[in-house]
T-cell receptor
Framework: GAVVSQHPSRVICKSGTSVKIECRSL??????MFWYRQFPKQSLMLMAT?????????EQGVEKDKFLINHASLTLSTLTVTSAHPEDSSFYIC?????????????FGPGTRLTVT | GENVEQHPSTLSVQEGDSAVIKCTYS??????FPWYKQELGKGPQLIID?????GEKKDQRIAVTLNKTAKHFSLHITETQPEDSAVYFC????????????FGQGTTLQVKP
């Protein structure tokens, strides 16, 4: 399989501050990455699609000004949670699309646990 | 839009038995169906996938079947081991071919030694 890393794995921040989470594809290039949010004992909810060199596309109900996404290179996408509030506390997971000869696969990072106090 | 239903939500089996998890999807244009295993506090791990031009795929103790007509696909784990205990998610691609996935609700599998 392919390897996707995330940093940090855990972060605690105060309400009103911003937090940046990095997602890297370590052994392949990813023109497309995805950001998900997962609440305890629930499924993954797609937040946005990150495209290298262009603006991210957000799912309905996700505030683009609150969750800033930057896909600066073929191996790095960042998610910045701005003016974080306790309700933003969650498990954030990125994934990267690896294109194969005829199709694609999607590999996930290990996730980032965000706690806003 | 696409919707994926996954059953059962919890599954408990004895070590060595088989486990089957089933998913149904709504959009007949979906063409990619991966399965992920998620352990507590970790990201999902791709364990097997199937595409719409194939009816069955097997990888050692894991197999996936796809019935396009009925729009359902299943994960089969044989000779289960305690380390198979985890949450399993099915997913279906959201047309058009952007790579976006919609996930099922998850199945918590417990393998009792």
């Amino acid at each position: 399989g392919a390897v996707v890393s995330q940093h940090p794995s855990r972060v605690i921040c105060k309400s009103g501050t911003s937090v940046k989470i990095e997602c890297r594809s370590l052994d392949f290039q990813a023109t497309t990455m995805f950001w998900y949010r997962q609440f305890p004992k629930q499924s993954l909810m797609l937040m946005a699609t990150s495209n290298e060199g262009s603006k991210a596309t957000y799912e309905q109900g996700v505030e683009k000004d609150k969750f800033l996404i930057n896909h600066a290179s073929l191996t790095l996408s960042t998610l910045t949670v701005t003016s974080a509030h306790p309700e933003d506390s969650s498990f954030y997971i990125c994934s990267a699309r690896r294109d194969t000869f005829s199709s694609y696969e999607q590999y996930f990072g290990p996730g980032t646990r965000l706690t806003v106090t | 839009g696409e919707n994926v239903e996954q059953h059962p939500s919890t599954l408990s089996v004895q070590e060595g038995d088989s486990a089957v998890i089933k998913c149904t999807y709504s959009d007949s244009a979906s063409n990619y169906f991966p399965w992920y295993k998620q352990e507590l506090g970790k990201g999902p791990q791709l364990i097997i996938d199937i595409r719409s031009n194939v009816g069955e795929k097997k990888d050692q103790r894991i197999a996936v079947t796809l019935n396009k007509t009925a729009k359902h696909f299943s994960l089969h784990i044989t000779e289960t081991q305690p380390e198979d205990s985890a949450v399993y998610f099915c997913a279906a691609s959201i047309p058009p071919n952007t790579g976006k996935l919609i996930f099922g609700q998850g199945t918590t599998l417990q393998v009792k030694p």
